[in-house]
């Protein structure tokens, strides 16, 4: 007679990932400068409304000058660099971190966006993009003559 086996589902679900996935040097790249790289995607929200679909992109520490929006067939894609380099020096005692990563965000939007007049915001490390939807097009009647068979 076999005894019970006592099982918690979340150990069987760690199981299933590698051992290092979620320590810092899977996701972590060292440079060959000693720099610290990190792959990372920004969070997005987006927002419909009858007038737009408004997008937020967390970007805490991306400057302007470092980041590009583009749209090309219906994609919206958000590039950029963020460099954070952070320094203390007391007592004797110096600490020094640097953090460098590269993003990019594709978004496919709605074929009933103007796409001439997306406008694009940052403060605060938050990204907003505009993107004003098209006026409906209605296509006029068109008569069509029945010619005798």
Not at 64 to 82: A, P, R, S, W
Not at 128 to 135: F, G, I, L, Q, T
Request: with cysteine.
């Amino acid at each position: 007679m076999a005894g019970l086996i006592r099982r918690t589902p979340f150990e069987d679900l760690t199981n299933l990932w590698p051992r290092d996935f979620f320590s810092r040097d899977f996701f972590a790249k060292l440079q060959p400068d000693g720099r610290l790289a990190v792959d990372w995607s920004p969070r997005c929200d987006v927002t419909e409304t009858d007038t737009e679909i408004l997008v937020h992109a967390e970007l805490p520490g991306v400057e302007q000058n470092d980041m590009e929006v583009t749209i090309k067939d219906g994609v919206l894609t958000l590039k950029g660099e963020k460099r954070t380099e952070k320094r203390e020096d007391e007592k004797g005692r110096t600490y020094s971190e640097r953090f460098f990563g590269s993003f990019s965000r594709a978004l496919a939007i709605p074929t009933n966006v103007d796409e001439t007049m997306i406008e694009a915001t940052l403060k605060d490390g938050v990204l907003e993009v505009h993107m004003p939807k098209a006026a409906p097009v209605t296509p006029a009647a068109t008569k069509i003559e029945i010619k005798p068979a």
